[in-house]
């Protein structure tokens, strides 16, 4: 019975050893890849509900590259392309939370930036990721699944 006690603890141990960049780091691996949209909202500032928008993403594609390097391709053929990163903000307190955050900028063939996206990602699996970004106006709420 002692035994297994010690190996809960060190198991416990070594899961709160993970440091934040290893987090990140295995956050962003998930990441890598194409995804196309499953659903999309858009939440009015100051309104209870949210408008269903995912007819303006239906066969669009978004990749993105180990190198920082991302792609957005709409289902007319236009391509974006840009530069992407992984935060994470680690929230300490009652609840101990770890937030992650993506920023992403696109950019039109004459290296005009057409829209930005700095949001936070609340769940990033190897098939599906939820991001909701912040405009003036509301928020924006995409669900992806792996392409």
Known sequence: ????WI??????MFLASCTIEEQLE???DRLIGSWEIDRARFKDDGFFNSSNITNEFRGDLLTFFEDGFVQYVEDNGEVFTGTWFLDALRRSGENDTTEYTLDADFYDDD????FRWLGTIDRLDR???NLTVADRYGELILKWDRY
Do not use: A, S, W
Request: glycine share 16%; proline share 0%.
């Open 7 to 12: 190996l809960l603890i060190i198991g416990i």
């Open 127 to 129: 098939n599906n990721f």
């Open 1 to 4: 019975m002692n035994g297994k």
């Open 111 to 114: 290296g005009f930036l057409v």
């Open 26 to 28: 295995r956050k962003e």
